[in-house]
Every structure is written in C-alpha cells, then in structure tokens.
C-alpha cells in the first residue's frame, strides 16, 4: 500500500478529475489523503479519502461581486496559483504525515514546488488543456506570477525557472 497525498482547491471542473483518481487509487487498496478548501468536503462524498481542509477558509465566497472576472482572476492568481496559504499547508501536511507521492493541482504552481522540493514524487494534474500552460492568454495571465514563484522556489532550495511549464515539466508525470 502508497500513501498518496492530493492538493486541489474549489474550481469548477478540476475536482471531477481528482476524485475520480482518488477513488481509484483507494479502490487500489492505497491510503489517499485529500487537501483542500473545506467547500469541496461535500463533493468528496464517500470515495474512501481521508480529507485535510486547508486553513484558508474563503475563497470564491470572500468576493465581493461572484461576477467581476478581473476580481476572479486576481484572486486566482493570488490564492490559489500562487498564495502562501496552500503553500504552507501542504508543506505542513507533508511535514506531519509523509506521503509516498504527491498529485498536485497544475494551477497551483507554489504548491507544485513545495511538493517538488520534498523529494516525493510529484504529478501535475491537468483539468484542462495541457497546451493551455505552454503559450497563449491563460500563460500571459499567470507570468505576473513568474516572479512570486520563484522567490518561493529560492527558499525551497530550487532553481529558478524562465516560464511557468518549467515547473510542470519538473514534475515525474503530467496527468492529463
């Protein structure tokens, strides 16, 4: 039996895939721990998941206007792709119970480093599009986020990285 730890958060069509992977690991006989906004613990239903909420309580329902996108992407890129909170909550998780390998969100690219920096082996879990994260308008929005993830990655012991995908491509395996 592995211990398997995901990292996902509250987006519309990133926790389908997931669970679905979670449940199939636990199927498995495997011991999987899920992280996550405690909005999702409902969702998780009964997949044979342990679930670890993450402290960061809010996150779509801390907005003031659901409707503004501009406010949507901001808060994004700065709760869940790049924010400290998932960040320290993983690296607090990982430090108190070891997981054999680590699935992270690929939008969480902070969170892909804290796994990255364990030494566990780490997958990105893709929702999307792969090609969406190798050039276009979702990779514009995140590059201001470039700078952010690798003074993280600089405190963790990594390299510094010249785009985004760098990061997943440092991953042992893209699950798309």
Same mark, same amino acid.
Not at 115 to 129: K, N, Q, V, W
Not at 160 to 167: F, H, T
């Given at each position: 039996?592995?211990?398997?730890?995901?990292?996902t958060?509250?987006?519309?069509?990133?926790?389908?895939?997931?669970?679905?992977?979670?449940?199939?690991?636990?199927?498995?006989?495997? =011991? *999987?721990? %899920?992280?996550?906004? /405690?909005?999702? !613990?409902?969702?998780?239903?009964?997949?044979? $998941?342990? &679930?670890?909420?993450?402290?960061?309580?809010?996150?779509?329902?801390?907005?003031?206007?659901?409707?503004?996108?501009?406010?949507?992407i901001r808060?994004?890129?700065?709760?869940?792709?790049?924010?400290?909170?998932?960040?320290?909550?993983?690296?607090?998780?990982?430090?108190?119970?070891?997981?054999?390998?680590?699935?992270?969100?690929?939008?969480?690219?902070?969170?892909? =480093? *804290?796994? %990255?920096?364990?030494? /566990?082996?780490? !997958?990105?879990?893709?929702?999307?599009?792969? $090609?969406? &994260?190798?050039?276009?308008p979702?990779?514009?929005?995140?590059?201001?986020?470039?700078?952010?993830?690798?003074?993280?990655?600089?405190?963790?012991?990594?390299?510094?990285?010249?785009?985004?995908?760098?990061?997943?491509?440092?991953?042992?395996?893209?699950?798309?």
């Open positions: 039996m592995s211990r398997f730890l995901i990292a958060w509250d987006g519309a069509g990133n926790l389908p895939p997931a669970l679905g992977i979670a449940r199939t690991l636990v199927e498995r006989g495997h =011991d *999987v721990r %899920l992280l996550g906004h /405690r909005t999702i !613990a409902e969702r998780c239903g009964d997949v044979g $998941t342990r &679930f670890i909420p993450l402290s960061q309580d809010e996150l779509w329902d801390a907005m003031d206007d659901p409707a503004d996108f501009e406010a949507e808060l994004l890129i700065d709760q869940v792709a790049f924010g400290s909170a998932i960040v320290d909550d993983l690296a607090k998780e990982l430090n108190r119970e070891p997981a054999d390998a680590v699935l992270v969100d690929c939008m969480m690219f902070t969170a892909i =480093d *804290v796994a %990255l920096a364990s030494g /566990r082996p780490t !997958a990105a879990l893709f929702h999307t599009s792969y $090609t969406l &994260f190798r050039g276009g979702l990779v514009e929005m995140f590059t201001p986020g470039l700078a952010v993830a690798n003074a993280r990655r600089a405190e963790l012991g990594l390299p510094a990285v010249e785009r985004l995908g760098d990061i997943h491509d440092a991953c042992a395996c893209s699950l798309v």
